[in-house]
């Protein structure tokens, strides 16, 4: 994958539109969207902005496969108990450890009452 697409797949698993990437980055919208298509090849400074908006390491962006990188539909393949090894997003807010250990809980809950 190249560096745009990097940026897209972790802007959209962290529910962010361009324009909120843009906006938390100091950049404009346009120009994320350049990077994405990869329009413009980004500075060092732009790329630890959005690692740091992505929750993410630069190195991420960079790889051209992050082994770590799950779609939303691989997402249902993994095991409740390693949900913790993730960071855990909702519209674009990242949840907190005790949000996410509620989160996990519910699913917990809600897969025990399934399964009667």
Same mark, same amino acid.
């Given at each position: ?27 404009? =919208?346009? $120009? ?6 990869? =329009? $413009? ?76």
């Amino acid at each position: 994958m190249s560096i745009g697409a990097n940026i897209k797949e972790w802007r959209k698993i962290r529910g962010l539109t361009q324009l909120q990437l843009a906006e938390k980055t100091n950049l404009s =919208r346009s $120009y994320v969207a350049d990077l994405e298509r990869n =329009r $413009y090849n980004p500075s060092v400074e732009t790329l630890e902005a959005f690692a740091k908006v992505l929750n993410i390491k630069i190195s991420d962006l960079i790889e051209s496969k992050n082994p770590d990188l799950h779609e939303e539909s691989e997402l249902a393949d993994i095991p409740i108990e390693k949900l913790n090894q993730y960071t855990l997003t909702y519209k674009g807010h990242t949840l907190s450890k005790e949000e996410a250990d509620d989160v996990i809980d519910l699913l917990e809950a809600a897969l025990k009452r399934w399964k009667k």
